[in-house]
């Protein structure tokens, strides 16, 4: 597959294949043509020859992998079989992976590159290696596939002495017409795992794609005319995290090949695009933007990254990856937003994403039956961020625009980081973006810059305690893990254990004791301890023996199959290889199992009460709490937080027994049980039932629903663009929350001495009051004002013998003073009026002027701007009535006194 790190420092060595002749006999009957054909050929094939078909897992990588965002090859999910963490359902096994890459969107929009993909593996824990790989795929290719053998060009890694041989023995082609290339060499897909030496299988497209160089063969990055389809990992290696590389157990075999690739081949078309698998959806745009797909050279590659960009959003939506700004969300977000803007250049606008997700859907819902069950909510997330970036694109987009022309003008070649980090922070304005936009004006950006700022904000965030880093020790127990055996999980049944240390790590590194009183991370053969995972939080406890207590302050599954004890020993020490005792805080554990199976209960009364479409997006189980997000556009009304809490608490009332049961994932799904579609489920999964609730959960549980004791709501909230969060205790903790409620309650009422019956009586009489009081102080101060006018209005003074009256007056606001103005005027006739109040150190001040003195010249609002330039504020109006402010009121007297001054 075309991502692959060059972890070799072998160079390559290259030399043009010899042509070769076909000799291979040809079995009866066509080869597959539709993609659904291939498909379906690619794991018959392999079932035919003893490998078990799992299916494809999510595109979210099980929680338990830190190592990577996203699923981006089919041996992922074998990971802890190659590892020897987990026994596989079969040493032989075939799937067809959903996978997702964006080490190569810069090149989609060309013939065969792209973000999401469909991965054809075959994969062999032990089973075999590299003599029956390389049979099988000559095999698949040459007598199935019916690929022409001459086309046919083998490459494998310059230290590899076997594979060559094997190639030569298979499908007869001599070392010589091999080529030896430096980066056959594949993994680890994340910091650290398995990895090994690869050899890939190209497909010659022919001369006329060729760059006509004399050495031009498989790997050549000059022209397409070498297409790399198949590639056979050898994973015989572990690596660390600092690149250290041990033999992993037994040697492996990971195969993957590009679906869209091969279909492209065997349909023979000149790209992925023009393939059964994508055509319909490049249709659908072009359409949608009034064209036709091959009248344009700059159209196409725009038409092509939008297919695969859409394509690529509904499958994301459909895992369950939201848009954020961080991680997996931020890829969702990077790709739409760059979708969106290769849509305008084709003049598309609105919402035409979601728009064409349905064509999206109806091509693949017959090998992904999760498009059409989850179509609603695919349509949902992508609609509503599509929506939320066409607002801000228009304005990010101007803001650049700005400060691009300002940067060209000032003779500059270089975005600043600081500038970017910006558009990004406050805009929403992907850095790849900006550098798209940069570079069509031949500008680059400073990435350097541009990181130091996220840096800092991340480091900000991670103060505040956001972020909790663990990442080193994961590497260390990665380590140590190799030989340890997966962990026994004894606390379903109680909340003691007896048991062995079988591996510890102090500040970090492995360690063969631990005292008092250090930290440390420990491992037992089995615990009764639950490592966090599915929203419950990890347990609590003591680990001890005759020798020291060691407090568990957290437990944690740092990598698959191991629960690691975090915590502090407070006396005496422990040693690998200790006997134990190890308890459970058991009150806090029951606290977090309530929890646990309320949370079970909310999520069906949510699905009966406000649809089928709704689904779990995320939960927290804690033990003084619980938190349930799912997807929902609109606020719950309180009519139906009400009726959620009854349908909880009348299910706790029944009293129904909890009950678990091991079967098998497909049998589970058959009876109904509730799947989480980001979660990865293993082939048997684990069915948690209480009354009408059926959920497949690995989680800790009351035995009988009447041990949540009461359920409460305490908060419903929004959290991101279409979902919702609910909050809500159990037990004594919602026991807790009425008291609390009731005291505040009591207390209000004995304070405004009444009782808490009669409260809501008694606030709304003082609310009267209080308005009344508010009505009767008004009509005081009004007539106050009056009385001050007539005042006022009894001794003017004169400038060039026009009646001025001007005085700073008590008002408490604008109106008043306009009020007191009209009553001024009714008695003085002709004149100029300057009312001004003080209020909160603050100013306001109106001029008023009969119409017979503004036809001489007069005018307020000149007056009232110069009044207000005196005191620091703003003033204006028209010429018979104006108004103005100052925010400072210390000069008000001394500008009033002089006020016939400035007239005059
Ligand atoms: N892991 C290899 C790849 O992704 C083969 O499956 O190319």
């Known amino acids: 597959m075309p991502a692959k790190r060059s972890q070799n420092s072998s160079s390559s060595v290259k030399s043009s294949p010899q042509p070769r002749q076909s000799g291979a006999s040809a079995r009866k009957g066509e080869p597959p043509s539709t993609s659904q054909d291939i498909r379906?050929?690619?794991?018959?094939?392999?079932?035919?020859?003893?490998?078990?078909?799992?299916?494809?897992?999510?595109?979210?990588?099980?929680?338990?992998?830190?190592?990577?965002?996203?699923?981006?090859a089919g041996m992922q999910q074998m990971i802890p079989y190659f590892l020897g963490r987990v026994t596989p359902p079969s040493t032989r096994l075939t799937s067809v992976q959903k996978c997702f890459r964006t080490t190569d969107i810069d090149e989609v929009g060309d013939a065969s590159h792209l973000t999401f993909f469909e991965m054809l593996g075959n994969f062999a824990v032990g089973a075999y290696f590299k003599r029956e790989a390389i049979a099988y795929a000559w095999e698949l290719m040459t007598l199935v596939y019916k690929l022409p053998p001459e086309r046919l060009f083998p490459t494998v890694h310059p230290d590899d002495d076997e594979a060559p041989g094997y190639w030569q023995e298979v499908a007869g082609i001599p070392a010589d017409g091999i080529t030896r290339l430096g980066d056959n060499w594949w993994g680890p897909p994340g910091a650290s795992g398995p990895c090994g030496p690869d050899s890939e299988i190209y497909y010659d497209r022919g001369v006329e794609f060729g760059c006509g160089e004399a050495d031009c063969a498989p790997g050549c990055d000059r022209c397409e005319r070498y297409l790399e389809v198949w590639n056979l990992v050898f994973m015989q290696y572990y690596q660390d995290i600092d690149g250290t590389r041990t033999l992993l157990k037994q040697p492996n075999i990971d195969t993957g090949m590009g679906l869209e690739r091969l279909t492209m081949v065997l349909q023979g078309k000149n790209s992925v695009f023009e393939t059964d698998l994508f055509r319909p959806i490049i249709d659908k745009f072009a359409t949608l933007a009034h064209t036709n797909y091959g009248e344009n050279a700059e159209h196409d590659r725009s038409l092509r990254v939008i297919a695969d960009h859409g394509r690529a959003l509904v499958f994301l939506a459909g895992d369950g990856v939201l848009p954020s700004n961080t991680g997996r969300g931020y890829i969702f977000r990077r790709v739409l937003r760059r979708a969106v803007r290769y849509g305008r250049m084709l003049g598309l606008e609105g919402l035409f994403l979601a728009e064409a997700a349905d064509t999206v859907i109806g091509l693949m819902k017959g090998h992904y039956e999760e498009l059409a069950a989850r179509r609603d909510q695919i349509v949902d997330i992508i609609s509503t961020e599509e929506r939320r970036f066409n607002q801000t694109l228009t304005l990010g987009m101007q803001m650049l625009t700005r400060e691009l022309d300002a940067l060209e003008k000032a003779g500059k070649h270089e975005v600043p980081g600081e500038l970017a980090f910006k558009l990004y922070d406050t805009h929403g304005f992907p850095v790849e973006l900006t550098a798209e936009v940069a570079r069509e004006r031949g500008m680059t950006v400073d990435r350097a810059g541009y990181d130091g700022a996220m840096l800092r904000q991340q480091e900000q965030q991670a103060k505040s305690g956001h972020i909790f880093v663990?990442?080193?020790?994961?590497?260390?127990?990665?380590?140590?893990?190799?030989?340890?055996?997966?962990?026994?999980?004894?606390?379903?049944?109680?909340?003691?254990?007896?048991?062995?240390?079988?591996?510890?790590?102090?500040?970090?590194?492995?360690?063969?004791?631990?005292?008092?009183?250090?930290?440390?991370?420990?491992?037992?053969?089995?615990?009764?301890?639950?490592?966090?995972?599915?929203?419950?939080?990890?347990?609590?406890?003591?680990?001890?023996?005759?020798?020291?207590?060691?407090?568990?302050?957290?437990?944690?599954?740092?990598?698959?199959?191991?629960?690691?004890?975090?915590?502090?020993?407070?006396?005496?020490?422990?040693?690998?290889?200790?006997?134990?005792?190890?308890?459970?805080?058991?009150?806090?554990?029951?606290?977090?199992?309530r929890n646990h199976s309320a949370t079970h209960l909310l999520h069906l009364a949510l699905k009966d009460i406000l649809g089928k479409q709704v689904h779990q997006q995320g939960s927290l189980v804690a033990p003084d709490r619980l938190r349930f997000d799912f997807n929902m556009t609109r606020p719950l009304a309180a009519e139906e937080l009400r009726e959620i809490d009854q349908q909880v608490n009348s299910a706790v009332l029944a009293?129904?027994?909890?009950?678990?049961?091991?079967?098998?994932?497909?049998?589970?799904?058959a009876t109904g049980a509730m799947a989480l579609f980001s979660e990865k489920y293993g082939d048997t999964v684990r069915v948690v039932t209480m009354g009408a609730s059926k959920e497949l959960c690995g989680g800790t549980h009351v035995a009988a629903t009447g041990q949540i004791g009461l359920y409460l709501t305490t908060q419903e909230a929004g959290t991101a663009a279409g979902i919702r969060r609910v909050e809500a205790l159990t037990g004594t903790g919602a026991e807790m929350f009425v008291h609390r409620r009731n005291d505040l309650v009591s207390g209000l009422a004995g304070r405004l001495q009444t009782t808490p019956d009669a409260l809501a009586d008694r606030v709304r009489q003082l609310q009267e009051e209080l308005n009344e009081a508010r009505r009767s102080l008004a009509a005081v101060q009004r007539n106050q004002a009056r009385e001050e006018a007539t005042r006022l209005a009894a001794s003017p003074t004169e400038v060039n013998g026009v009646?001025?009256?001007?005085?700073?007056?008590?008002?408490?606001?604008?109106?008043?003073?306009?009020?007191?103005?009209?009553?001024?005027?009714?008695?003085?006739?002709?004149?100029?009026i300057l009312l001004a109040t003080e209020n909160d150190g603050q100013a306001q001040f109106i001029v008023t002027i009969d119409d017979a003195?503004?036809?001489?010249?007069?005018?307020?609002?000149?007056?009232?701007?110069?009044?207000?330039?005196?005191?620091?504020?703003?003033?204006?109006?028209?010429?018979?009535?104006?108004?103005?402010?100052?925010?400072?009121?210390?000069?008000?007297?001394?500008t009033i006194a002089e006020a016939g001054a400035l007239i005059a």
């Open 470 to 593: 663990r990442e080193q020790e994961e590497e260390a127990w990665a380590k140590v893990s190799n030989g340890l055996p997966t962990t026994r999980f004894t606390g379903y049944e109680g909340e003691l254990g007896s048991s062995a240390i079988v591996a510890m790590l102090v500040n970090g590194k492995p360690a063969d004791e631990v005292s008092a009183p250090q930290a440390a991370a420990l491992v037992l053969e089995e615990t009764p301890f639950y490592a966090e995972a599915g929203g419950q939080m990890g347990d609590h406890g003591m680990i001890g023996s005759q020798t020291g207590i060691f407090q568990v302050s957290d437990t944690q599954r740092p990598v698959p199959g191991l629960i690691v004890h975090y915590g502090t020993m407070i006396e005496g020490h422990l040693r690998v290889g200790s006997e134990v005792r190890a308890e459970v805080d058991a009150m806090r554990r029951q606290a977090i199992m």
């Open 853 to 894: 003195l503004t036809k001489r010249g007069l005018n307020a609002g000149k007056i009232a701007a110069a009044v207000a330039e005196r005191l620091g504020g703003r003033g204006g109006g028209r010429p018979n009535s104006a108004q103005g402010g100052s925010n400072d009121a210390r000069n008000l007297r001394a």
């Open 803 to 832: 009646p001025l009256v001007a005085a700073v007056v008590s008002a408490p606001d604008v109106k008043t003073l306009g009020e007191m103005s009209d009553g001024i005027r009714s008695r003085l006739g002709s004149g100029v």
């Open 40 to 72: 379906a050929s690619f794991l018959r094939f392999f079932e035919e020859r003893d490998h078990y078909r799992l299916p494809s897992s999510s595109l979210i990588p099980p929680s338990d992998d830190p190592t990577v965002l996203l699923t981006t």
């Open 655 to 669: 009293n129904h027994l909890v009950r678990t049961e091991i079967m098998p994932y497909q049998e589970a799904l």
